[in-house]
C-alpha cells in the first residue's frame, strides 16, 4: 500500500469546500514565486508588480471592475450549466457574436441613435450569444451531439466571422483599410458610472446577472431541477425532469449573458468593433465559474481575482517586460490547484498503511 | 482539376491529415481505457513548442520529436496526476490542461518566434517518386507521416489482439469488476494517459517541425478538438480514425486550394470550413444513439475510487 492514501469522508467538509480555493490560491503564488525566479526575475518585485501595485490607484480599481465585468456575466452563466452537466465551453464564441449583432446594430444606425439604440444592442446582444448557443443546444437536444465539441467548434468559426466583418462589411468606410468599424457615437456607448475610471453600465447588467442566477438556482423549481439533474442524473430521470429543456434554459442562459457580455466589451470599454473583441474572458470564465464554486457570489469574488491576473499581467508586462503570456500560465495553474485541492472537500488525506481491523481484536 | 495535381493535392492531404492521426489514435487509447482528456490540444501546444525550441537547440528534428512527444506526457502526467491521484472531475482537469498548454506554450515558444529551422528528413524513394498520381503521396512523404499511418494497425492490433490491450479496454468498460479481478486500475490508466499525450506531444512537434514549419502561439488551430471529434466520429475504431483524418486532411486541404485560386468567397469563410464539418460529421455519427452507446467504452469519464 501507497504511503499516502485518501480515505473518503462520510460528508462534504464544509470547511474545505471554501478552503480549497484559498490553498489553491496560495499555491499559485508559492508556484508564480519560483517561475518568476527560474525566468531570473526578483520574484517578490514581480508578484507585487503582479498582484499588488494594480490596486493602488483609484484607476486601477476601476479597470479591476470593467475587467471583471465580462468575466462575471460569463461565468455566472456557465455555473448554472456546470450544475446541470451542460458543458457549455463556447463562452467566448458566444461572446463574439453578441459584439457582432450588438455592435452591428450600432454601426446600422449610425448617425441615427437615439435613446431607444442602446437598449436595442443590449437586447441584439444577448440575442446574438443566445442565438449561438442554441446551436450546441438544438444538436445535443436532437442529434445527442457533445455540447463541449460543438460549442468550441462554434467559437472559431465565431472569430473567423468576426475577422471576416471588420475585413469587409463593418470596416470603417473612412478608416483607410484598416479592419477596424467606425467609434461607436455617444448614443450607443453605454454610460461610464464613475467618472475617472473606464466602469460602465455593464457591471450593473453583471450584478443584476449575479442576483438572478441566485434567484434561479437557490429559490426556484427549475433551479432545483437543475440541481438534482447535475448531482443524480438517474434520479431526475425517476422524478420526471425533463433533461432536453434544462439542457436548452441552461445554454441560452449562459449564452445570452455571454452574448451581453461581448456587447458590453464594444458598446464599453472599446467602443468600436475590433478583430479581437476579448483577450479570452469566455475561456478565463470557466476557471471563474470553478473558482467560484458554481456559486453566484462565489464568482464575484472569483472574476475580481481573475481580472487581477489579466491587469498585473499588462501591468507585469510594461514595468518589468515580462512577457504577457504568464497570465495564461497563472490561470491555468490556480484551476489545476483548485481542482487538486478539491479532493480534500471528500476525503481525508492518511499519512501511513491502512489500518487492517483484525477480527476480536477489541482489547 | 488536371490528373497531375491529383498527386500533389492527395500528398498535401495525408501531411494534413498526420497531426490529427497522432493525436486522435493517441486519444483513442486513453478513452479506450475509461479515461476522457480534453487537454489534447494543451497537450499538442506544449510538444509543438518543447519539440521546435529541441530541434533549434539541437539542430536534430529526431531529437525534437522525441521531445515534443515527452513534454506531451508530462502535460498529461498532470491530467493523470488529478484525475487518477486525487479524483479531480475529468472535464475540468482537461479544460485546466488545455488553458495552461496554451498559456505556457506561448511563454516558453517567445523567443522562438519567426525563427528557421532544418527540414525533416523525407523518405524519398528513388524513381518510384515519379510515378504518375501515386508516387508522391506514398513515396514522397516524411517519416513522421509514415509513422503516423503504421500507428493505425499497431494501435488496433494493441487493442484487440494482445492482452495487454484487453486489459485496457476490461478497465475501460467496468472499472469495478476489473479491479475486483486484480488489475491494477489506475496505473493501466495512468499509463494510457502518458501515451495519449506522448502522441498529442507528436502531433504537435509535427505541426512545429514539419507541417508549418514554424513556432507561433496558438498554431494548433482547435486541431486537438477537432482530434477529440475524430475519435466519436470513428466510434472508437483505430481504422476509422485513418478514415477521418483523411476526410477533415481534404476539406483542409480543398479550403486552402479554394483560398488560394482566389476563390470569390472570403478566405475566413473558406477557414471556418474544417470547424463545421467537425460539427457536421459529429452530428451525423452521434445521432445513432445505439451506435454510440455499444461503442462508447462504458467507464468514460467516471472516476474510479477502490474500495
Known amino acids: ?363 | 482539376m488536371s490528373i497531375e495535381v491529383i498527386g500533389p493535392v492527395v500528398a498535401a492531404m495525408m501531411t494534413a491529415a498526420t497531426p490529427l492521426l497522432f493525436a486522435a489514435l493517441g486519444e483513442l487509447v486513453v478513452e479506450k481505457s475509461g479515461v476522457l482528456n480534453l487537454g489534447v490540444e494543451g497537450m499538442m501546444l506544449g510538444g509543438a513548442v518543447v519539440g521546435f525550441a529541441v530541434t533549434v537547440a539541437t539542430g536534430s528534428s529526431t531529437l525534437g520529436f522525441v521531445a515534443g512527444a515527452a513534454a506531451g506526457a508530462v502535460l498529461a502526467s498532470l491530467f493523470g496526476l488529478l484525475t487518477l491521484g486525487l479524483l479531480a472531475n475529468q472535464v475540468a482537469t482537461g479544460l485546466a490542461l488545455t488553458l495552461f498548454g496554451v498559456g505556457l506554450s506561448s511563454l516558453v515558444g517567445q523567443g522562438y518566434v519567426g525563427h528557421p529551422i532544418a527540414d525533416v528528413p523525407e523518405l524519398r524513394i528513388p524513381y518510384l517518386t515519379t510515378l504518375p498520381i501515386i508516387g508522391q503521396p506514398l513515396f514522397g512523404q516524411s517519416l513522421p507521416v509514415y509513422l503516423a499511418l503504421a500507428a493505425v494497425p499497431a494501435v488496433h492490433w494493441f487493442l484487440f489482439r494482445t492482452r495487454a490491450g484487453l486489459v485496457l479496454r476490461a478497465v475501460g468498460e467496468n472499472h469495478t469488476a476489473a479491479h475486483a479481478l486484480g488489475y491494477k486500475v489506475i496505473r493501466i490508466r495512468f499509463l494510457a494517459v502518458l501515451f495519449g499525450g506522448a502522441m498529442s506531444g507528436l502531433a504537435g512537434a509535427y505541426l512545429a517541425l514539419d507541417y508549418t514549419p514554424m513556432w507561433a502561439e496558438g498554431m494548433t488551430a482547435g486541431r486537438g478538438w477537432i482530434a477529440l471529434a475524430l475519435v466519436v466520429f470513428a466510434t472508437w475504431k483505430p481504422g476509422r480514425v485513418l478514415a477521418g483524418a483523411w476526410l477533415f486532411g481534404g476539406v483542409t486541404i480543398l479550403q486552402l486550394h479554394a483560398q488560394g485560386v482566389g476563390f470569390a468567397v472570403p478566405s475566413q469563410l473558406l477557414s471556418m470550413l474544417p470547424y463545421l464539418a467537425t460539427v457536421l460529421v459529429l452530428v451525423l455519427i452521434s445521432r445513432d444513439v445505439t451506435r454510440i452507446r455499444l461503442n462508447a467504452p462504458a467507464s468514460l469519464g467516471k472516476i474510479f475510487y477502490p474500495d
Open chain 1, 1 to 363: 500500500m501507497s504511503m499516502i492514501r485518501l480515505e473518503p469522508r462520510g460528508q462534504a467538509s464544509p470547511l474545505w469546500v471554501y478552503g480549497a480555493p484559498l490553498l489553491a490560491v496560495a499555491l499559485t503564488l508559492a508556484s508564480g514565486f519560483v517561475l518568476f525566479w527560474a525566468m531570473g526575475f526578483n520574484p517578490v518585485a514581480a508578484l507585487r508588480a503582479f498582484f499588488v501595485e494594480p490596486l493602488t490607484s483609484a484607476r486601477g480599481i476601476g479597470e479591476l471592475v470593467v475587467k471583471a465585468t465580462p468575466l462575471t456575466l460569463c461565468a455566472v452563466g456557465l455555473a448554472v450549466g456546470f450544475r446541470a452537466n451542460v458543458w457549455n465551453i463556447g463562452a467566448e464564441g458566444q461572446l463574439t457574436l453578441g459584439a457582432i449583432t450588438g455592435g452591428g446594430l450600432a454601426l446600422a444606425f449610425y448617425g441615427e441613435g437615439g435613446w431607444w439604440l442602446l437598449p436595442l444592442m443590449v437586447l441584439g446582444g444577448i440575442a446574438g450569444g443566445m442565438a449561438w448557443a442554441a446551436i450546441p443546444a438544438f444538436l445535443r437536444t436532437r442529434f445527442n451531439a457533445s455540447e463541449i465539441l460543438t460549442s468550441l467548434m462554434l467559437t472559431y468559426v465565431a472569430l473567423l466571422l468576426l475577422s471576416y466583418l471588420v475585413h469587409g462589411p463593418y470596416r470603417d468606410p473612412d478608416g483607410f483599410a484598416f479592419p477596424e468599424s467606425r467609434l461607436f457615437e455617444e448614443a450607443a456607448t453605454l454610460p461610464v458610472l464613475v467618472t475617472g475610471t473606464r466602469v460602465h453600465l455593464g457591471a450593473l447588467f453583471a450584478l443584476a446577472a449575479v442576483a438572478g442566477c441566485w434567484v434561479l438556482i437557490a429559490r426556484t423549481f427549475i433551479g432545483f431541477q437543475i440541481r438534482v439533474i447535475g448531482l443524480t442524473p438517474a434520479a431526475a430521470g425517476y422524478a420526471g425532469f425533463k433533461e432536453k429543456k434544462i439542457i436548452w434554459l441552461t445554454l441560452l442562459l449562459s449564452g445570452g449573458l455571454s452574448g451581453l457580455a461581448g456587447l458590453g466589451e464594444v458598446a464599453g470599454p472599446i467602443g468600436q468593433i475590433v478583430p479581437t473583441v476579448s483577450p479570452g474572458y469566455g475561456f478565463t470564465a470557466i476557471i471563474v465559474a470553478f473558482l467560484g464554486r458554481l456559486h453566484p457570489l462565489g464568482i464575484v469574488l472569483a472574476a475580481l481575482l481573475m481580472a487581477l491576473s489579466f491587469i498585473g499581467g499588462e501591468a507585469a508586462q510594461i514595468g518589468l517586460g515580462l512577457p504577457k503570456a504568464i497570465t495564461g500560465v497563472f490561470q491555468g495553474m490556480l484551476l489545476f490547484f483548485l481542482l487538486g485541492s478539491d479532493v480534500l472537500i471528500r476525503y481525508r488525506v492518511r499519512i501511513g498503511a491502512r489500518k487492517t481491523v483484525s477480527q476480536g481484536a477489541t482489547a
